[in-house]
């Protein structure tokens, strides 16, 4: 019973999860915080009462802004008693059919009449409604509900909804990235658990955090980052548990060619950093503003006496205690920054990885070029651009370079379609392009032959068969 009450859990909204919120077809993230006011597609509310109800639960918007589950209804009423018309060429939007105006349904609104019932007085004050078909009719009540019912359904962060929620809202965030993309990479990469994976991205966390997902914690996965650190957006989104980030690693891109050189040494550097931090330190605290004093050098030693100078004294040491203290939270931060960078290090430099992705703004040619050092013979890699030139570079590089088999440059295409009986068409808006991926093996080379030398890639020529002569 202990078990089945532990599977139990992690369905249920918990407090401080992160979780999606899902209405129609727009998603927002965010963390669950106890009386925190969420604003959300014009909406208000808080997320208290829905801590320990199940993922993927629809709740009502109720006055206070607090949350119900909404109840399921067998078969609605607005749609129960219909009188449909064969079709719609009599019918004329003239804006008159409905005899509600705009203060009326702020009335029913005031009164505390929810989004059923709202719906319900529209349907029964529209002159052209039962003329409308039957199509016609659902798609008018679907319409309305989408504006008047105040509902909102939490889910479960996972890669592919959080995907959708990036690309719907903020596709130049993510380079574009198509959710179908990203499952074609994570395929084409071989990402499983117990496997050691390079990321190089800039798609706000959501490549990397797909890749930790699709691992499940087991494994190792080595951040490439450029500038000054890593962006954790997107993978804090996913609500991953503690044990998941053991296995990432941070590693900065400026330093692969120094690592590939063998000559990184982060004792040295790290050294600089810490005289640099102690000065700095030293530096904010003669700058912080002191008491003021007033009057004149005179008058000043004429006033001092021996309890200032004991408050003066207490004041002193508790700065001292301030600055060392100070001081040695930055020592251990940097200590700690220390010991991840060696630790990431030490995983790449026995060259040994089981996958390469790549995603990001960044032409990606010398990245690719650079990191493929790092992995194993006969492991996959795959790239992202939301150009394909960048990635024709990057095949033609590695066709003269060698190194690499089985390349393939595709473009993934998603179509969308509407499945409803007697009506089912694609969508008539949909993404247009998902971007282009470069995927490919890693082989052994054999460096005792040129690699441009098509000399060598030539077979031997047949010799020439002597045909026996009678004399």
């Not at 014009?42 to 109840?71: H, M, R």
């Not at 909102?152 to 596709?171: N, Q, W």
């Not at 690499?404 to 009986?421: C, E, F, I, M």
């Amino acid at each position: 019973m202990a078990d089945n009450g532990d599977d139990d859990s992690q369905y249920r909204i918990k407090e401080g999860d992160y979780v999606v919120l899902k209405r129609g077809d727009i998603y927002k993230a965010m963390q669950i915080q106890p009386r925190k006011k969420v604003i959300f597609e014009k909406q208000w509310f808080f997320l208290d009462n829905a801590v320990g109800q199940l993922y993927s639960t629809t709740f009502e918007i109720v006055s206070g802004g607090n949350l119900q589950p909404q109840k399921h209804k067998d078969a609605e009423s607005a749609s129960d008693a219909k009188e449909a018309g064969t079709d719609n060429r009599n019918i004329v939007d003239d804006g008159k059919s409905q005899k509600l105006t705009r203060d009326d349904i702020e009335t029913l609104k005031e009164q505390g009449l929810k989004g059923q019932e709202i719906i319900q007085q529209l349907v029964e004050n529209s002159s052209t409604f039962r003329v409308k078909t039957e199509y016609a009719q659902d798609k008018y009540i679907k319409k309305k509900k989408k504006k008047y019912e105040s509902t909102v359904t939490i889910l479960k962060p996972s890669c592919r909804i959080l995907a959708m929620m990036y690309h719907g809202r903020e596709p130049g965030k993510i380079c574009h990235l198509r959710y179908d993309t990203l499952a074609q990479m994570l395929t084409l990469a071989n990402i499983h658990a117990g496997s050691k994976v390079l990321v190089f991205e800039t798609c706000a966390g959501l490549v990397l955090g797909a890749v930790m997902e699709r691992m499940g914690g087991y494994g190792s996965v080595i951040q490439m980052y450029p500038g000054g650190g890593p962006v954790r957006a997107g993978v804090e989104s996913f609500g991953f548990p503690a044990h998941f980030h053991d296995m990432l690693h941070e590693f900065p891109i400026c330093h692969v060619n120094a690592l590939l050189a063998g000559t990184l040494d982060t004792t040295a550097k790290d050294a600089n950093a810490d005289e640099k931090l102690s000065d700095m330190a030293a530096e904010e605290e003669q700058n912080q503003p002191g008491p003021k004093q007033q009057g004149s050098p005179d008058e000043q030693s004429m006033e001092t006496s021996t309890g200032d100078d004991s408050g003066q004294d207490q004041e002193k040491r508790e700065k001292e205690k301030r600055k060392e203290a100070k001081a040695q939270e930055k020592k251990v931060k940097l200590e700690e920054k220390r010991r991840k960078l060696a630790a990431a290090a030490a995983l790449l430099e026995g060259r040994n990885a089981d996958g390469l992705v790549i995603a990001s703004r960044f032409h990606p040619c010398p990245v690719l070029m650079g990191l493929l050092k790092f992995l194993s013979p006969s492991r996959p890699f795959v790239v992202f651009s939301q150009y394909k030139e960048p990635l024709i570079e990057c095949y033609t590089k590695l066709k003269e370079h060698g190194g690499a088999v089985n390349l393939r440059l595709t473009d993934t295409w998603l179509r969308h379609y509407q499945v409803l009986p007697n009506r089912t068409h694609p969508l008539l808006l949909m993404s247009g392009g998902g971007g282009y991926v470069l995927s490919g093996t890693t082989i052994a080379m054999d460096r005792s032959k040129p690699a441009g030398s098509q000399r060598a890639e030539e077979p031997a020529p047949k010799r020439l068969k002597l045909t026996d002569t009678e004399g």
